[in-house]
């Protein structure tokens, strides 16, 4: 599931904003309930530039629908009040601090064969020194 950025609606948020829905006691964030933002909008909230968020936010996200339909050169500041009014509800409801999220881990692989196809003495756990050798009889004589 690929993940978005809830202020641009870029791809791969780094930091997710607990929020309560409104009444809710303070600290009681269900996992579910949040924003999250990229590091260039998380940058731009910590700083409180919210002019330069919404500059971001339209360049990346709301250009494309701020044209009414019967209009194709009008702007519709319906757009620009709905984004407003989500951001002001985003500052009431903010729980706490941000909290960075973690990218999701690739398994690591082996770049080592199967152990099945590794020879007896090369298999791992084995100390170097320690190839079997055929055993032979010593003769005295």
């Given at each position: ?22 009444g809710?006691p303070?600290?009681?964030s ?5 924003w ?37 050169d ?5 757009v620009?009040?709905?984004?407003d ?18 990218r999701?881990r ?28 055929p ?7």
């Open positions: 599931m690929l993940r978005e950025c809830d202020f641009c609606a870029g791809v791969d948020p780094r930091w997710w904003y607990p929020t309560a829905p409104p809710a303070q600290g009681s269900p996992p579910e309930q949040g999250q933002a990229c590091q260039p909008c998380h940058e731009l909230i910590e700083a409180g530039l919210w002019t330069e968020l919404a500059a971001r936010a339209t360049t990346l996200t709301f250009s494309p629908h701020w044209h009414m339909a019967e209009d194709q009008a702007y519709d500041p319906a620009e009040r709905q984004r009014d989500a951001w002001a509800r985003f500052r009431a409801d903010r729980q706490g601090p941000a909290v960075r999220l973690g999701p690739r398994p690591r692989r082996s770049l080592l064969p199967p152990r099945s196809l590794l020879p007896p003495w090369s298999r791992p756990g084995r100390s170097a020194g320690a190839r079997e050798a055993s032979r009889a010593v003769s005295s004589g």
